[in-house]
């Protein structure tokens, strides 16, 4: 029997298990969206691309699936290019589709032609122009494993829309042709790093693993890891991709390290004389400067990616696999150790060196209100995060005690990312409660989702930390620039209650701290997305930190 493209495009996408995917039509993708009229998918139109791809993002780190977005042509596919480069930048698995204009019109400036083949390049981990309808089964059972396999990212398909409506007799399922991944090292050499690696554990004094994203993506690679810091005795940082991947309540959690991370995790990097790097990629956020980082440590990089070992620091020893089976095998083969000096030295900096915040009388502390959702949710929710201080305080008060539930722009860093997130992750995880915990800039910059989430009843909650700044680049000015706030004020922000009621969603304005538990608590309670504008200490900086291209263990702390 003959189909056209745009069915063999559904089909392939129910034989992938597609239930849900995010998107924006055009002219282009008129046939593909014709099929999808009575195909068993829920398609959930976004109101702006951007939307669509963070939410699809959202949906696969809350799910550990793929998350699918479609955009049209010319515009529709540069809207996608943020979100493109925001789940490169941080390994997560999306395929995008793209309509294009029919083959006929390419490379002519044809009307809505753009080469977002040639753009997205450096923003995905492949990407493909389908040319024949006879190759689009394909290439579409190629992404979806490219996508989720190995290291994971996001793939793109171009779709030029004669693609879609040629016939051709139904393809059969491909036989995947895909090269075989080699192993990394021949089996001798894998064995003698592993040797040296237990061996270099038996020997630490105050070993400490810095676990990163591929913690969390690698499933059940937690597990792993709980089991080897225990036997071992050896203290974990994360950093903020591997959230959640160690529980933050444990006794040997250092929570996170870096720029914003707890002084007891820098010190103990500092200090420590082996660091097991796992599924983290040294970024300078961590590092501060490279040549000062964990200088008394020998260094272990377990990772997915041959390409990350070695790229910023010199390393000691190394394997390449998942994590979670690189976990299991180092847990399984260690010795139990006990490392009690080095346990109770960083006890002693907990105890003096806590994250804290100044509690001001009828003055709401955003750490506060970060810390009442830690509370009103019992550490159950699902937080997303925008960038800037929302996202550090968010990091460093809210404990994260399992994987996928936090989910954050690390890499690339994107305001705007947080709420259509929290739809794709609520969407993904409808049972969960989910928190877009946003400062007033970011949550401009996909406000227009409200329309989304109130339209198809997704009940997400958004916290926004106002602070009438784009707060964190204020820092810095007040900070390195000498207070010369230069374009960081936010004059002219809406009403945000209004602007939640002329979505449809309920407003809750709070200014008095007594009030914060009581607006959290409603929101839960409602069964209805919610927009909690919590009127927060305006200057109110992110500390410690430390300064760009510092030290780690050099940071910056309020003057009381
Ligand atoms: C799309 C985008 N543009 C600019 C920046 C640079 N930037 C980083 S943090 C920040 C301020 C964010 O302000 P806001 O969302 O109000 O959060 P706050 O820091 O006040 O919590 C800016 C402008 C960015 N990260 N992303």
């Not at 195909?39 to 699936?65: F, M, N, V, W």
């Not at 992404?143 to 051709?168: C, E, M, N, W, Y």
């Not at 007799?169 to 990394?184: E, K």
């Not at 080095?342 to 907990?350: C, D, E, F, G, V």
């Amino acid at each position: 029997m003959k189909k056209t493209g745009a069915k063999i495009f559904v089909e392939t996408l129910l034989e992938h298990g597609v239930n849900t995917m995010f998107g924006y039509p055009g002219g282009v993708l008129l046939p593909i969206y014709d099929e999808l009229y009575h195909a068993p998918i829920r398609h959930i139109l976004s109101r702006h691309e951007q939307g669509a791809i963070h939410a699809a993002d959202g949906y696969a780190r809350a799910t550990g699936k793929v998350g699918v977005c479609m955009a049209t042509s010319g515009p529709g596919a540069t809207n996608l290019v943020t979100g493109l480069a925001t789940a490169f930048m941080d390994s997560v698995p999306v395929v995008a589709f793209t309509g294009q204009v029919s083959t006929h019109l390419l490379g002519i400036d044809s009307f809505q032609e753009a080469d977002i083949y040639g753009i997205s390049i450096p923003v995905t981990k492949y990407n493909y122009l389908v040319k024949e309808t006879s190759r689009l089964k394909e290439v579409m059972y190629e992404a979806f494993h490219l996508a989720i396999s190995g290291r994971p990212g996001p793939v793109l398909i171009d779709l030029p829309k004669d693609v879609q409506t040629i016939q051709i007799d139904d393809p059969p399922v491909p036989a995947l042709t895909l090269p075989q991944r080699r192993p990394h090292l021949d089996p001798v050499e894998r064995d003698r790093q592993l040797e040296k690696i237990l061996s270099l554990i038996r020997d630490a004094k105050r070993p400490v693993i810095y676990a990163g994203g591929g913690v969390i993506k690698s499933d059940k690679a937690h597990e792993a890891l709980l089991r080897l810091a225990e036997k071992a005795q050896m203290p974990v940082t994360t950093t903020l991709m591997g959230k959640g991947g160690f529980p933050e309540t444990h006794s040997l959690s250092l929570g996170m390290l870096g720029m914003h991370g707890t002084r007891y995790a820098n010190y103990a990097v500092a200090k420590c004389d082996l660091l097991i790097a796992v599924g983290a990629r040294f970024d300078d956020r961590v590092t501060g400067e490279p040549s000062t980082f964990a200088k008394e440590a020998k260094i272990v990089h377990l990772d997915i990616d041959p390409a990350e070992v070695g790229k910023i620091i010199q390393v000691d020893a190394c394997l390449i696999g998942q994590a979670r089976d690189l976990l299991q095998e180092l847990a399984d083969r260690v010795e139990p150790q006990a490392h009690e000096e080095w346990i109770s030295q960083i006890a002693q900096w907990k105890r003096d060196f806590p994250l804290s915040y100044p509690k001001k009388e009828g003055v709401i502390s955003p750490q506060y209100v970060v810390e009442q959702i830690y509370e009103k949710t019992r550490g159950e929710a699902i937080i997303t995060t925008e960038v800037g201080q929302n996202q550090m305080w968010a990091a460093q008060y809210f404990k994260s005690t399992r994987p996928r539930t936090f989910i954050t722009s690390g890499g690339l860093g994107t305001m705007g990312y947080g709420f259509p997130a929290a739809i794709g992750a609520k969407i993904g995880c409808p049972d969960r409660i989910v928190f877009d915990i946003a400062g007033d800039g970011s949550f401009q910059m996909n406000i227009q989702e409200l329309a989304t989430a109130v339209y198809n009843k997704v009940n997400v909650k958004i916290a926004i930390l106002n602070n009438g700044f784009l707060g964190m680049v204020r820092q810095w000015q007040e900070l390195f620039y000498g207070r010369r706030y230069s374009q960081t004020t936010l004059n002219g922000n809406p009403d945000f209650i209004k602007i939640a009621e002329g979505y449809g969603a309920l407003g809750i304005r709070v200014e008095k701290p007594e009030d914060v538990p009581s607006a959290i608590e409603r929101a839960i309670a409602e069964d209805h997305p919610v927009v909690i504008d919590f009127h927060v200490d305006p200057e109110e900086n992110v500390y410690p930190m430390v300064p760009p291209g510092g030290a780690i263990h050099n940071m910056l702390d309020r003057k009381e």
